[in-house]
C-alpha cells in the first residue's frame, strides 16, 4: 500500500460537480488557483515551473472517492447507453480515485506568503486535493499520430444566449458570461437529453453566481443569475 499527501488545493469557479467540462481545456476561460500547502508551500518546489505554458496536474476525484469504482462504465460520450472498461475511462469512480489534467499554467503568485498557480481551462471541483505537478512536455506529451477511440473528437458545442432579463447583468461581466457560453456550450444535461428540448430549469452553482437556464430548438437559453 502507499500512501499520498495532498501537496496543494485547488480553488476553482467550480463549486459543484454538474455542469463542470468533462475534461479540461473545454472551457478555456474557467481560472483558478492551485495553492500549495504545508511543506510544499516553498518557492524552491516552483523554481523554472514558470518556463511552462501547461502543466499535468495528478488529482484526487475527494468528492465521488467514498463511492468506490465499478469495472465498467457508461461514458456520457457514447449517450450513456453503451459500456466500456473503467481503464478505457476517464471516469472519476476508479480504483485509487486519481485524476490527471493538463491545464494552462497563467503565472505563479505569491500572495501574503502563500504560494499559488494561477491556471485556466480545467475540469476540477473547487477544493480538490492535488497530489503531484508535473510540466507538459510538448515533444513528448502531444503525440500527433494518436487515436483515441470513441472520442476521437471533442464534444459537440450547443449555441448558448442569454434572455433579456439578464443580458444587463452579463454585459457587464463579459469575463463571467464568456466562462457561462463556454460551459453550458457542453450541454451539461444528462446524455439522455441530449439532442432533445425538455420543459426542465438548469441550474449550477458557478463561482460566486447560481445560473439558471433553459434548453429550446438546441439553444441554451440563460433565463436567471442571483447571488449564492
Ligand atoms: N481530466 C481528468 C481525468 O481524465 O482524469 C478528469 C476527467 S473527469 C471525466 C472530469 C469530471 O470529473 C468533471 O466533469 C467533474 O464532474 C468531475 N470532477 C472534477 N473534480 C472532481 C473532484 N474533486 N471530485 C469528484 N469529481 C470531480
Known amino acids: 500500500m502507499y500512501t499520498l499527501e495532498p501537496i496543494a488545493i485547488v480553488e476553482s469557479p467550480y463549486k459543484e460537480k454538474f455542469a463542470i467540462p468533462r475534461q479540461p481545456g473545454l472551457a478555456p476561460?474557467?481560472?483558478g488557483r492551485v495553492v500549495l500547502q504545508g511543506a510544499f508551500n516553498n518557492p524552491?518546489?516552483?523554481?523554472?515551473?514558470e518556463q511552462f505554458s501547461h502543466l499535468w496536474l495528478q488529482f484526487i476525484f475527494h468528492q465521488t472517492q467514498a463511492q468506490g469504482w465499478k469495472p465498467l462504465i457508461r461514458p456520457p460520450r457514447l449517450g450513456g447507453?453503451?459500456?466500456v472498461g473503467v481503464f478505457a475511462s476517464r471516469s472519476t469512480f476508479r480504483p485509487n480515485a486519481l485524476g490527471l489534467s493538463v491545464v494552462r499554467l497563467q503565472r505563479v503568485e505569491c500572495l501574503n506568503g502563500q504560494w499559488q498557480l494561477v491556471i485556466s481551462g480545467f475540469d476540477l471541483l473547487d477544493q480538490t486535493p492535488v497530489?503531484?505537478?508535473k510540466p507538459y512536455l510538448h515533444y513528448s506529451d502531444a503525440v500527433h499520430d494518436?487515436?483515441?477511440g470513441f472520442a476521437q473528437l471533442p464534444p459537440e458545442l450547443?449555441?448558448?444566449t442569454f434572455a433579456p432579463e439578464v443580458e444587463d447583468f452579463f454585459a457587464r461581466q463579459p469575463t463571467f458570461a464568456q466562462l457561462v457560453r463556454e460551459v453550458l456550450a457542453q450541454d451539461p444535461r444528462p446524455a439522455y437529453r441530449h439532442g432533445h428540448s425538455d420543459n426542465r430549469t438548469y441550474g449550477v452553482r458557478l463561482s460566486d453566481y447560481n445560473i439558471n437556464w433553459i434548453v429550446r430548438n438546441e439553444v441554451a437559453v440563460v433565463t436567471?443569475?442571483?447571488d449564492c
Open 131 to 133: 497530489v503531484d505537478i
Open 29 to 31: 476561460s474557467a481560472e
Open 44 to 49: 524552491q518546489c516552483l523554481q523554472g515551473l
Open 81 to 83: 447507453n453503451s459500456k
Open 224 to 226: 436567471a443569475v442571483s
Open 146 to 148: 494518436s487515436q483515441s
Open 158 to 160: 450547443m449555441p448558448v
